[in-house]
């Protein structure tokens, strides 16, 4: 650590509460609805991406609720899940239970710290872990995870928000444009619904809620993921973007606003075109990544 670095703290395990995993992580409306039977379409990306299969030993790094244990156990997998939080333990083990047959279990633990023999998987999925532990953390885990992994053995990452889009394409266009929006609609006297600050934020970062606010401490790039990947020994075979479906920002009956939005998105995020590689790189917020233990 360089002489002027100041030391980091990790986020203590009580901040992660059973109020954020139900309310706040990504996919908590369909584990509300089904107790983790069906999964947000960014865990079934996972999935897809793991290539889980009967058989196999999967080892889900920081489960959160557990659904993706419970998911790969559905397919035949022998599935481990692990987390710090306590209330992650309480919350994926409840719905384990309702799972008996299920060959799937959780446990507490570091990610730094990885209490499995070497060779112990076939598969490891680290969904929205990276952005929330400091580098330090990161790579020690990778360390684990590249160790635990049997040779060939397949690491499925996804991490939010990609550092390029907010730091960059956000900071220096898009808000640039939500500015100039709010402009005219001020000169104009035009109140609208859609021309306010609430749906076009000036501020030079995208509008955060307060546990991303507080959670994530190490937002990445496509190229510092494979920076770290292959430090710790592992082979990346693929880092790319994906967005998923996006609920409508008004209600779903407001059929204009939201038609209305879509327009302006065609300027503010230059859709569809961001969708499409390489554009897609800069503009979408999601990164997923492929590696695999040497």
Not at 65 to 83: F, K, N, P, T, W
Not at 90 to 98: D, F, N, P
Not at 118 to 136: C, K, R, T
Request: hydrophobic letters at 45%.
């Amino acid at each position: 650590m360089p002489a002027d670095a100041k030391p980091v703290t990790p986020i203590e395990p009580g901040a992660y509460t059973e109020e954020y995993y139900r309310s706040a992580v990504e996919g908590h409306q369909q584990f509300a609805e089904s107790g983790g039977r069906a999964i947000s379409a960014r865990m079934v990306r996972a999935l897809e991406l793991a290539d889980v299969r009967s058989g196999q030993r999967v080892l889900d790094i920081a489960c959160g609720r557990g659904e993706v244990v419970l998911q790969s156990a559905l397919r035949g997998a022998h599935a481990v899940g692990i987390d710090y939080a306590q209330a992650s333990m309480s919350i994926a083990k409840e719905m384990l239970a309702s799972a008996p047959d299920a060959e799937a279990d959780v446990a507490r633990m570091d990610a730094t710290r990885l209490a499995f023999a070497p060779d112990s998987f076939d598969v490891a999925l680290m969904l929205d872990f990276v952005e929330h532990v400091h580098q330090p953390d990161l790579d020690a885990s990778f360390a684990e995870i590249a160790r635990a992994l049997k040779p060939g053995g397949r690491l499925v990452i996804h991490t939010s928000p990609n550092r390029v889009f907010e730091d960059v394409v956000y900071r220096h266009y898009v808000r640039n444009v939500h500015r100039l929006l709010l402009g005219v609609a001020r000169l104009f006297k035009i109140k609208s619904r859609l021309l306010n600050e609430l749906v076009l934020p000036p501020g030079p970062v995208p509008p955060h809620d307060e546990y991303e606010r507080e959670l994530h401490v190490n937002p990445q790039t496509g190229n510092s993921l494979r920076e770290a990947l292959q430090a710790a020994g592992l082979r990346v075979r693929r880092v790319d973007v994906w967005e998923p479906p996006q609920d409508p920002f008004f209600p779903k009956e407001e059929r204009a606003l939201n038609f209305w939005l879509g327009v302006l998105d065609v300027v503010r995020f230059i859709r569809p075109f961001s969708k499409l590689p390489p554009v897609n790189r800069l503009f979408s917020n999601h990164i997923w990544v492929v590696a695999e233990a040497r």
